[in-house]
């Protein structure tokens, strides 16, 4: 066994972890005040669900809003922003009848499943009212071990304590802690998506609140254009309360990190490109890989590489990866035969609860110069920022989405996100994440942020190498991820709003998140 990464080492690897995107002029959280337009609002609330709503100042707000790991929220960002109320429903029909109310009230809310998106707002509702469905985190195997049936609460790692143990497995997220919502809703990356696609593309059934209170299932047999909606179309359409997903055998796997010191990165980059290529024509369905390239500025300059291995078979050092173990020197590597829970928990080991955590993201085609380029202006742009008053690093994280991943969705009903095979092999997702610890330091951090996604994709235009794709759980506020997925798509997001919220209560009065973008046949 291979000694293990440093936790202070992950806090540079893992700054990517899953999360949505929000207008800059709602990033920063502020204080709630006594006169909240959402306290009559949350009168109501107690009057009709008093065993379920709370206030500031008693325990279960307190618990759901600033407790650790699986209770609170994950960025000081989401726990610094303070509704006037918390509302915890525990079964679909409570939260029916909460969000009836809620609609004839024209109350201002917010949802929240996992509670792992990073900027104020998106999972929580300035002096307003936060629906929690954090009590909603059942996980149940049914249809002969075929479908696993999760409620909208949970982590994926209640999802793999649970199949772990019986030898099963869905294709779910990568960092234990995540919320199953956040991550589905958005599309969703996983170690699976060569064999299957991305997550949204094995959910077989979403259970959903609409803004009437009505209950439906959608599915390709029944409200088959709200299936298809919803599969990268986030919280624009109605509350899922609970998602149902193909389940499939699967025992160990091979997995963990490797670092390399910052000089083998040309080495590093080329076997990506390699990889992606190799994966896109199916050669091995079993292999994934994300490419960390770690930056740290301040206190002092340093910098890392690293790769996180996934082969979801028990085979150790498979081909597909020769080209990136045969890189040297190592300073750390714990490759290991091991099961999905514990490689989830390594995958977030290092980013605790309470972080000031921002994330970016641009994409473009598979392309070592290119991957090097966006290295480069990051060190660029963050080298020259002055007078940071805490720590700050930052990192590029490379994600292949090869045609492997993208051709599954034409047969699972179609997704929302705009990508198919013709595509091409792309690199995308958590490309930039950066974290600090001083507060002074938000706005000079916010904007070198928006200069990387500016001149990157300003650079990969320039080379006829950028993409449009934009990643939701991943972008940058003020960054438009549903326009990205064209104009058809969003027609039709747009079609499917107007027929399932005729009231627009999900683009009007629930904050946080991607809103349709508005324009013709627009309401």
Same mark, same amino acid.
């Not at 990506?272 to 292999?287: I, K, W």
């Not at 040297?328 to 390594?346: C, H, S, V």
């Given at each position: ?21 929000? +207008? /800059? ?14 306290? &009559? ?12 709503? #709370?206030?500031?100042?008693? @325990?279960?707000?307190?618990?759901? @809003? ?11 960002? +989401? ?16 939260? #029916? ?23 104020? !707002?998106? =999972? ?90 009505? $209950? ?7 409200? #088959? ?44 980059? @080329? ?18 890989? +994300? ?6 500025? =301040?206190?002092?300059?340093?910098? $890392? ?27 750390? %590597?714990?490759? *290991? ?18 972080? *000031? ?23 660029? $742009?963050?080298? &020259? ?10 990192? &590029? ?12 969705? !034409? ?6 996100? !705009? ?37 990157? %994709? =300003? ?13 939701? &759980? ?28 005729? /009231? @627009? ?13 508005? !324009?013709?046949?627009?309401?």
């Amino acid at each position: 066994m291979y000694p293990h990464v440093p936790l202070y080492l992950l806090v540079g690897l893992r700054l990517a972890a899953l999360v949505n995107g929000a +207008e /800059l002029h709602g990033i920063f959280s502020s204080s709630s005040t006594s006169n909240s337009p959402g306290l &009559n609002c949350c009168s109501r609330l107690r009057s009709k669900f008093p065993s379920r709503v #709370s206030f500031p100042g008693e @325990q279960v707000f307190g618990k759901e @809003q600033n407790g650790a790991a699986g209770a609170g929220y994950w960025s000081a960002f +989401e726990f610094e922003t303070r509704p006037a109320c918390r509302v915890t429903p525990t079964t679909s029909n409570e939260a #029916s009848k909460i969000v009836r109310e809620l609609s004839s009230l024209k109350c201002q809310f917010a949802v929240r499943g996992g509670g792992h998106m990073w900027w104020a !707002g998106s =999972a929580n509702c300035q002096d307003g009212v936060t629906v929690d469905l954090s009590a909603m985190d059942h996980v149940e195997v049914v249809a002969n071990h075929t479908v696993t049936q999760i409620g909208a609460g949970a982590r994926w790692g209640d999802v793999y304590l649970k199949l772990d143990a019986m030898n099963l497995s869905v294709v779910g997220g990568r960092v234990y802690d995540v919320g199953v919502a956040g991550l589905t809703l958005g599309g969703g990356n996983s170690l699976f998506a060569p064999r299957y696609g991305f997550v949204c593309d094995n959910v077989q059934n979403f259970e959903v609140v609409l803004s009437s209170g009505r $209950i439906v299932n959608a599915n390709l047999g029944s409200h #088959s254009d709200l299936f298809k909606a919803l599969k990268g179309g986030l919280k624009n359409f109605g509350i899922v309360t609970r998602f149902d997903l193909k389940t499939f055998p699967q025992g160990k796997l091979w997995g963990g990190f490797v670092i390399y010191p910052s000089n083998t990165s040309t080495s590093q980059l @080329q076997a990506l490109q390699s990889f992606t290529d190799s994966s896109a024509t199916g050669a091995d369905d079993y292999a994934a890989i +994300e490419n960390v390239n770690s930056f740290t500025f =301040a206190p002092t300059k340093s910098a $890392i590489v690293a790769n996180i291995f996934a082969y979801t078979k028990p085979v150790a050092y498979p081909k597909i990866f020769d080209n990136f173990t045969i890189i040297g020197p190592q300073i750390a %590597n714990d490759l *290991r035969i091991t099961n999905l829970t514990n490689l989830t928990i390594e995958a977030g080991a290092g980013i605790p609860n309470g972080g *000031r955590y921002l994330f970016a993201m641009a994409s473009f085609a598979n392309n070592a110069t290119i991957l090097a380029k966006a290295n480069d202006i990051l060190n660029d $742009i963050f080298s &020259n920022l002055t007078g940071i008053h805490g720590s700050l690093s930052a990192t &590029n994280v490379f994600q292949p989405i090869p045609a492997s991943i993208t051709r599954h969705a !034409g047969t699972s009903g179609g997704n929302s996100l !705009g990508l198919t095979p013709e595509t091409g092999n792309i690199i995308s997702g958590d490309n930039f994440g950066a974290t600090w610890t001083d507060p002074c330091d938000d706005a000079a951090v916010f904007a070198a942020s928006e200069k990387w996604v500016a001149d990157v %994709n =300003a650079y990969t235009k320039a080379e006829g190498q950028y993409k449009a794709f934009v990643y939701a &759980n991943y972008a940058l506020p003020g960054q438009d991820a549903i326009a990205s997925y064209g104009e058809d798509n969003v027609a039709e997001l747009r079609r499917v709003s107007r027929k399932y919220d005729r /009231l @627009q209560v999900f683009q009007d009065l629930v904050k946080g998140g991607y809103k349709l973008p508005r !324009g013709a046949g627009s309401v």
